[in-house]
């Protein structure tokens, strides 16, 4: 059974999210719900949490600013939001859970039952952690996001995107291929990052392929358009990509050499 609160400064949102639970995760209890940061925070001294179902648009503080303290207490974070755009980016970015409201109840179920499985693991907590230290960042300073946290099954790995040469998907999981010659699987569809990565870096060259343009050696049009990356790998390009490719190219190695 896991502890959990409720987070929202609308009651509507609050009620209909205890009334899911309650009738779709058995093993959820809820030990408190707030309206605000303000009362979250008494909540969390006042009880052992091990998940926070947390709001992001509140008046006064936002739910962001509850990171520091659910840090200190080791709990979970499920972002309940129909926040911006960069925000989700970021969070995504972390491998952080969201759910966008209104919240539909199978990604409800999903959701918790992670939680669950990450919570009974209780591996690498400095690794959850830094994950939660970076999103701050991302969100403090809105630039691009330059750091990803990839769960690897056993906690998590804070990865800046210069490192990444190349993610390969693998039916519905990613592969990433690091400049340390590491290679980290996740259980996320490319499309997750492709949305994430900064366009001007990445770009998605076929159904199973996003490169980095930083590792890019050569490409030739010997069996049809292909490039080959710095560490050697040689991957084709799809056809209906073939123009976008070139032109992002171009676009790269232009901003390049003015920025040298």
Same mark, same amino acid.
């Given at each position: ?5 409720? =987070? ?15 009738? #779709? ?51 979970? =974070?499920? $972002? ?7 925000? *989700? ?10 759910? &966008? ?22 591996? #690498? ?5 830094? !994950? ?8 403090? @300073? ?14 998590? !790995? ?9 993610? @390969?998907?693998? !039916? #519905? ?42 590792? &890019? ?7 049809? &358009?292909?490039?080959? *990356? ?14 976008? $490719?070139?032109?992002? =190219? ?11």
């Amino acid at each position: 059974m896991l502890n959990a609160i409720i =987070v929202d400064d609308e009651e509507f949102a609050r009620s209909s999210l205890y009334f899911l639970l309650q009738e #779709n995760c058995d093993n959820i209890h809820i030990s408190g719900i707030a309206k605000s940061v303000a009362e979250a925070r008494t909540l969390l001294l006042q009880n052992a949490v091990d998940l926070i179902f947390l709001d992001i648009a509140m008046p006064g503080e936002n739910g962001f600013e509850l990171i520091g303290q659910a840090q200190q207490s080791e709990a979970h =974070v499920i $972002f309940t939001t129909a926040y911006d755009q960069y925000a *989700l980016k970021a969070i995504k970015a972390n491998a952080l859970d969201y759910l &966008l409201k209104p919240i539909d109840i199978d990604e409800l179920k999903e959701a918790v039952e992670k939680a669950s499985k990450y919570i009974s693991l209780s591996k #690498n907590k400095s690794g959850r952690a830094e !994950s939660l230290q970076n999103l701050v960042q991302n969100l403090s @300073e809105k630039n691009e996001i330059r750091k990803i946290s990839l769960h690897n099954g056993q906690g998590y !790995s804070l990865i800046s995107i210069d490192d990444i040469i190349h993610i @390969e998907a693998d !039916s #519905n999981y990613s592969i990433f291929y690091l400049a340390n010659g590491e290679k980290i699987t996740v259980s996320k569809v490319l499309k997750e990052y492709e949305e994430i990565l900064p366009e001007n870096q990445f770009i998605r060259i076929h159904k199973s392929s996003i490169v980095n343009l930083d590792y &890019l050696k050569e490409y030739n049009s010997k069996n049809g &358009l292909e490039v080959i *990356l710095k560490n050697g790998s040689k991957i084709a390009v799809s056809r209906r990509r073939a123009s976008d $490719f070139v032109e992002k =190219v171009k676009l790269y190695t232009s901003f390049d050499s003015d920025n040298k």
